[in-house]
């Protein structure tokens, strides 16, 4: 007589098993996607924007972008620039991939400014810089180098080798918030702007945006000191600016948040009686005759709390500079030409 076969537990049972595979494998799509939204919402900013420590401004300058335009070409470079450059090499129309700017008020009247600069640095750069400090620190394996910068001195110090951290610190440790995210193993958060800093994304989720500003105006004490900056300036909560350069002309975009739409009503009012009074002046010179062709055509609406304003600068507008010749780089990273005297700023 044979002996019987035992029972199959039900959830042994073919069908159960395949129940099972199919729901673990929509938790672990659910994680991964989870990871991945995480990780895009991290990285949704350069990453020389997410080294920056919080502040009360926070710029962005995208060099590939602004190469493609003529907004470049129109800057002149002053004679002191055009001695470093001789002497160091470097060329920030050619040589500079990305800036990213933070500003913060620091007591009792002092702005503190941190800067990452992302691009090509040759060796003779790199040698130049050592060449020219006036201090340096050697913390924790990493060299600092205080160099005379033209206000005052700063603080600078190599991540990487095409990425410069710049502070006008006295010490190194004004570059410490940077350091620490530099050296976390997660991607970086945006750095903070004294306000909702995950809303209202106007010139940072545009990627052909060559330049990128948000700003906080009621925290700077300056502003507070002139009736005229306080009431323009004052009723906005966050200050958002965009510059795009296109084919014949840049496109500025700039959006005002307020506290309410009253507020936004009347910052919009303010902003076209300014405008009005602007365009009512004689334009006896050919730069402001300029200047009002261009303000005509700026557009100023509002949107909830929000006031925005449109305007397109051709660059026939803008002031033609000397340009100062960027001979080529080599592949040795040394460069050769020579170099034509600018005009000064």
């Not at 938790?27 to 920056?52: D, E, F, H, Q």
Request: charged residues 15%; glycine residues 6%; aromatic residues 8%.
């Amino acid at each position: 007589m044979p002996w019987p076969k035992p029972a199959i537990p039900a959830s042994a049972q073919p069908g159960a098993l395949n129940r099972l595979a199919w729901r673990a494998g929509v938790v672990l799509a659910l994680i991964v996607a989870i990871v991945v939204i995480w990780l895009g919402w991290r990285l949704r900013l350069p990453r020389t924007v997410r080294l920056l420590p919080a502040g009360q401004a926070v710029g962005y300058l995208n060099f590939r972008l602004l190469r493609r335009g003529q907004w470049l070409n129109q800057v002149s470079s002053s004679p002191n620039y055009a001695r470093f450059e001789q002497k160091s090499g470097f060329y920030y129309r050619r040589d500079l991939t990305s800036v990213a700017l933070s500003l913060r008020p620091a007591p009792p009247h002092d702005i503190r400014a941190t800067a990452l600069l992302e691009g090509h640095f040759s060796q003779h750069f790199h040698a130049y810089l050592r060449h020219a400090a006036i201090q340096t620190w050697q913390l924790s394996g990493r060299r600092y180098l205080r160099l005379a910068g033209m206000a005052r001195p700063v603080v600078v110090t190599w991540l990487n080798p095409g990425l410069l951290a710049v502070s006008n610190g006295p010490t190194p440790a004004s570059l410490a918030p940077v350091l620490r995210k530099w050296h976390g193993w997660l991607p970086a958060r945006a750095p903070g702007l004294a306000c909702n800093w995950s809303s209202g994304w106007f010139p940072w989720l545009d990627p052909a945006a060559g330049l990128r500003l948000a700003l906080r105006p009621p925290a700077w004490p300056q502003i507070r000191k002139s009736p005229a900056l306080a009431s323009a300036l004052l009723p906005i909560a966050r200050l958002e600016f965009s510059i795009r350069p296109l084919t014949s002309y840049l496109q500025l975009r700039m959006r005002a948040t307020t506290g309410s739409t009253n507020s936004a009503r009347m910052l919009a009012q303010n902003w076209r009686r300014w405008k009005a009074s602007l365009l009512a002046r004689p334009a006896n010179e050919s730069d402001l005759a300029r200047f009002q062709a261009v303000l005509s055509g700026v557009l100023i609406r509002t949107h909830g709390r929000a006031v925005t304003l449109l305007a397109r600068i051709p660059y026939t507008d803008l002031q033609t500079a000397p340009l100062t010749r960027q001979p080529a780089r080599s592949h040795s990273g040394h460069r050769g030409g020579k170099l034509i005297a600018a005009s000064g700023k």
